[in-house]
């Protein structure tokens, strides 16, 4: 992928460019994707998903599958992408900062990433997340507080999925935020010559605009924030974004980091908005007839769930409750390997002294 902004004019010139901070962070080495990624990593999701929850109805109630209306990869995104959009109400409910909001954001579009509406809905998943994020930001808010501000929203609700959340995010909480970047662009245009102060708060508070519009599209996961942050600014104000990029490469004519704004901008324009309420009304309606019978308590898939899960716990728990017995009659309770290292460590003691 690209790398940020400030090293993209000494990227073809020298490739023993320092790595910089966001070059080593868990988000540009795990969270990084093409356009063709994205939609085939959506794609084999969605079949995977459709192929076990039709076995799960099948074996639920034969034949039972026959009539279910499975949702597609691209319903499921729209789906997930209005929920994407409450986030922003919540916090605003809360006076929660950026940080959290943009931060719930990623992890709430990371985990369906791996994971599908149809077995996770979105509305339970974006509260835990967004609980998660006041965490990881450290902005934290108690369980019981933050629940009952919600309608119909108990603190279970919540706490029941934070372990899935965090493990499918591969516990990679921090975050590289654009609006961050887009901060560091404004400090910037002040110090340059000639410039309105005024202009450039108007063109700031546009640009932010554009910044949580980009939340919204794929952009975070193909860009990196100082480019989205550029390109944002740049719909706000070409003007002074040409005057930045001028002042970061004086001695180039055309500054390359503008070639890959267009894209960007393209995008957020085109998928930067909230997706029609109908529409979604009735991939919505659709889900409830599609949703994982394993995960709906009461059916019979989900009891024999449950069974299958709860067996495989006791199996694991007499296979350790063996290992114990055997090793307690055999007058070594913690175990032969625990036992091999502690006598490996006092020979080292011995040689020490």
């Not at 995977?48 to 109630?61: C, H």
């Not at 919540?158 to 516990?171: K, P």
């Not at 554009?210 to 390109?231: G, V």
Request: glycine content about 4%; charged content about 25%; aromatic content about 8%.
């Amino acid at each position: 992928m690209t790398a940020p902004l400030a090293q993209e004019a000494q990227q073809a010139s020298s490739s023993s460019t320092p790595q910089s901070l966001y070059e080593g962070s868990t988000q540009y080495r795990h969270w990084r994707f093409s356009p063709e990624q994205l939609a085939q990593m959506r794609s084999t999701l969605n079949r995977d998903a459709v192929s076990a929850i039709r076995d799960a109805f099948e074996a639920d109630s034969p034949g039972s599958s026959a009539n279910v209306s499975f949702l597609t990869a691209e319903e499921e995104h729209l789906l997930v992408k209005l929920y994407v959009g409450k986030i922003a109400q919540l916090c605003g409910h809360f006076r929660f900062p950026e940080e959290v909001e943009a931060t719930a954001v990623s992890y709430m579009k990371r985990f369906y990433l791996k994971n599908t509406v149809m077995d996770w809905h979105p509305k339970n998943v974006m509260l835990t997340a967004l609980f998660l994020a006041t965490k990881t930001t450290n902005h934290p808010i108690s369980l019981e507080s933050y629940a009952s501000q919600i309608p119909r929203t108990a603190p279970s609700d919540v706490l029941d999925l934070e372990f899935l959340v965090a493990q499918s995010l591969g516990f990679d909480f921090a975050v590289w935020h654009s609006h961050r970047a887009l901060w560091g662009i404004w400090l910037d245009v002040q110090t340059l010559p000639d410039i309105s102060i005024e202009e450039l708060s108007r063109a700031y508070e546009t640009a932010l605009g554009h910044i949580r519009a980009a939340r919204l599209t794929d952009a975070e996961f193909i860009y990196t924030p100082s480019q989205i942050a550029l390109a944002c600014f740049s719909l706000a104000s070409p003007a002074l974004a040409s005057a930045w990029a001028r002042a970061k490469f004086p001695s180039t004519p055309h500054s390359p980091v503008l070639d890959v704004l267009e894209p960007i901008k393209a995008l957020i324009l085109r998928d930067g908005s909230p997706p029609d309420v109908e529409a979604v009304r009735e991939v919505d309606r659709r889900l409830r007839l599609c949703k994982n019978p394993e995960k709906i308590p009461g059916t019979n898939a989900y009891t024999k769930k449950q069974q299958e899960l709860e067996r495989k716990a006791d199996e694991k728990r007499r296979r350790k409750a063996e290992a114990a017995r055997i090793a307690m009659e055999e007058g070594d309770p913690f175990g032969s390997v625990l036992a091999n290292k502690a006598a490996a460590d006092m020979d080292d003691d011995d040689d020490d002294d």
